[in-house]
């Protein structure tokens, strides 16, 4: 089979009279007829709802390839100027998620609109979203077991309602869209929505066609609404090959956000966090201290990572400085006045308050106590999952019939194991560390493998 070929059977596994090929050329001719630009694109489909963006002709490296005018954009602000949103603005209501909640409004208004001028452009939205984890079966969050996330799943859920509710109080004549139906369109917005800033105005929109780009890092197009064309563009950062799947980045995300936003995961993600709950014991001599210092800040879960030079981990590693301190309190307001004096340097922090950001290592007796809780804690968290990370790994090296939201699952849950086997394994390893001189612990250092993470820990320098 020829290239030629090859590619004609990959643009044709559907039929032409296929309803989702007939409302994509439908898509077609209202963005051409609209002004839109976007000749060297086309739409390939693997198989039924699920489809990719590809390039029709070579794409050159700073070529913009799409053009879509701001007349065929749905914005934040067209969102407000409708019926219900008027209502939601005019009751002020304390939404969770007040850029979606206008734009999930206006979409099915706009979709129960015989007339609507966004037809097309409705109608080629994904009507399958079983693969984002609130529509989950009892038995598909099973897998979800142990971790997390599975909270998280539940929190937004709760969310989605609280503010359906919101809104059928300020517009009554909302309760005609159930709670199924604005549960679908606030996962349809808050999966396609762009920032973008008009005319020097941050606002939010959904740009057709420009939203059914896959994701891929790095990143291989950059996107903005440009104000001298009135409209919004995409340009290549890299040459892209006829025939070539044409991706958006999401950007660097964990799994639980691409999971819950997107409905998809990621193998081996090197952005993967686990979040840590870290709280002050109320048997602590100098609780009354941290808890006064902290404003009275009892606990915090810090979202850590197996890069130790991300913000997050000096945080992580500073907070639990700060919680296992014993001594002299005047040690801890000491912390509190540097940070201060840090914070007022930098103009663009905001915080008023002491965030225990960036506490060195103060002794091998605190830093022990540190490890201690690290070791303890991701112990305590790995048991709590069903299944270890080893049979994680088997289960999708060897289990070829599981489903797509069972597989994304598996990969999720293993993400986090990795993270807490990763430091559990530094903490042990640094409790050994810190209990040898000086000279062996440099001595194994140079020994271990992985001696670039465990010199940015700095446990030795304090020894």
């Given at each position: 089979?020829?290239?030629?070929?090859?590619?004609?059977?990959?643009?044709?596994?559907?039929?032409?009279?296929?309803?989702?090929?007939?409302?994509?050329?439908?898509?077609?001719?209202?963005?051409?007829?609209?002004?839109?630009?976007?000749?060297?694109?086309?739409?390939?489909?693997?198989?039924?709802?699920?489809?990719?963006?590809?390039?029709?002709?070579?794409?050159?490296?700073?070529?913009?390839?799409?053009?879509?005018?701001?007349?065929?954009?749905?914005?934040?602000?067209?969102?407000?100027?409708?019926?219900?949103?008027?209502?939601?603005?005019?009751?002020?209501?304390?939404?969770?998620?007040?850029?979606?909640?206008?734009?999930?409004?206006?979409?099915?208004?706009?979709?129960?609109?015989?007339?609507?001028?966004?037809?097309?452009?409705?109608?080629?939205?994904?009507?399958?979203?079983?693969?984002?984890?609130?529509?989950?079966?009892?038995?598909?969050?099973?897998?979800?077991?142990?971790?997390?996330?599975?909270?998280?799943?539940?929190?937004?859920?709760?969310?989605?309602?609280?503010?359906?509710?919101?809104?059928?109080?300020?517009?009554?004549?909302?309760?005609?869209?159930?709670?199924?139906?604005?549960?679908?369109?606030?996962?349809?917005?808050?999966?396609?929505?762009?920032?973008?800033?008009?005319?020097?105005?941050?606002?939010?929109?959904?740009?057709?066609?420009?939203?059914?780009?896959?994701?891929?890092?790095?990143?291989?197009?950059?996107?903005?609404?440009?104000?001298?064309?009135?409209?919004?563009?995409?340009?290549?950062?890299?040459?892209?090959?006829?025939?070539?799947?044409?991706?958006?980045?999401?950007?660097?995300?964990?799994?639980?956000?691409?999971?819950?936003?997107?409905?998809?995961?990621?193998?081996?993600?090197?952005?993967?966090?686990?979040?840590?709950?870290?709280?002050?014991?109320?048997?602590?001599?100098?609780?009354?201290?941290?808890?006064?210092?902290?404003?009275?800040?009892?606990?915090?879960?810090?979202?850590?990572?197996?890069?130790?030079?991300?913000?997050?981990?000096?945080?992580?590693?500073?907070?639990?400085?700060?919680?296992?301190?014993?001594?002299?309190?005047?040690?801890?307001?000491?912390?509190?006045?540097q940070e201060g004096s840090s914070r007022r340097a930098d103009e663009d922090n905001e915080e008023s308050y002491f965030?225990?950001?960036?506490?060195?290592?103060?002794?091998?007796?605190?830093?022990?106590?540190?490890?201690?809780?690290?070791?303890?804690?991701?112990?305590?968290?790995?048991?709590?999952?069903?299944?270890?990370?080893?049979?994680?790994?088997?289960?999708?090296?060897?289990?070829?019939?599981?489903?797509?939201?069972?597989?994304?699952?598996?990969?999720?849950?293993?993400?986090e194991k990795k993270i807490l086997i990763f430091l559990h394994r530094l903490a042990e390893f640094g409790l050994e560390?810190?209990?040898?001189?000086?000279?062996?612990?440099?001595?194994?250092?140079?020994?271990?493998?992985?001696?670039?993470?465990y010199e940015k820990l700095s446990l030795i320098h304090i020894s």
């Open positions: 089979m020829s290239e030629l070929q090859a590619e004609f059977k990959a643009d044709n596994l559907l039929p032409k009279d296929h309803p989702e090929i007939v409302s994509f050329n439908k898509l077609v001719k209202w963005l051409a007829d609209g002004g839109a630009k976007f000749n060297k694109l086309k739409m390939r489909y693997y198989s039924e709802g699920y489809r990719g963006v590809h390039a029709r002709g070579k794409i050159k490296k700073g070529e913009v390839f799409l053009f879509i005018p701001k007349n065929l954009l749905i914005t934040l602000e067209m969102a407000k100027e409708a019926p219900v949103g008027i209502k939601m603005l005019q009751a002020k209501l304390n939404l969770l998620s007040p850029k979606h909640c206008y734009l999930s409004s206006y979409v099915l208004q706009e979709k129960h609109r015989k007339d609507t001028r966004w037809r097309p452009y409705l109608d080629v939205l994904p009507t399958d979203l079983s693969s984002f984890p609130v529509f989950f079966t009892f038995d598909e969050k099973k897998w979800l077991q142990g971790s997390s996330f599975l909270a998280r799943v539940e929190d937004k859920t709760e969310d989605m309602q609280k503010d359906y509710e919101a809104i059928v109080s300020a517009a009554p004549e909302f309760a005609q869209y159930s709670l199924e139906e604005f549960k679908r369109a606030r996962t349809l917005v808050s999966s396609r929505i762009f920032g973008v800033k008009i005319n020097g105005n941050k606002t939010d929109a959904l740009v057709p066609l420009a939203d059914m780009l896959n994701h891929k890092r790095p990143q291989e197009t950059s996107w903005e609404y440009n104000d001298a064309r009135e409209g919004f563009t995409i340009e290549a950062k890299k040459e892209i090959e006829r025939g070539e799947q044409v991706y958006d980045s999401y950007g660097k995300k964990c799994n639980s956000r691409y999971f819950l936003n997107y409905g998809f995961v990621v193998e081996d993600n090197d952005a993967n966090e686990v979040p840590i709950k870290i709280a002050l014991s109320e048997d602590d001599p100098l609780y009354s201290v941290k808890t006064d210092i902290l404003k009275n800040c009892k606990s915090k879960t810090i979202r850590v990572t197996e890069d130790l030079t991300e913000k997050n981990m000096i945080h992580f590693f500073s907070f639990l400085r700060f919680v296992s301190f014993k001594g002299d309190a005047m040690v801890l307001y000491k912390f509190q006045i965030q225990c950001s960036n506490v060195p290592p103060i002794s091998v007796e605190n830093e022990t106590q540190v490890l201690i809780q690290i070791r303890d804690q991701c112990s305590f968290q790995l048991k709590g999952y069903p299944t270890t990370y080893e049979e994680d790994c088997k289960i999708l090296e060897t289990h070829k019939d599981l489903t797509y939201n069972q597989r994304n699952c598996v990969i999720m849950r293993s993400g560390l810190l209990a040898i001189p000086y000279k062996k612990a440099k001595e194994l250092l140079k020994k271990n493998q992985e001696n670039d993470k």
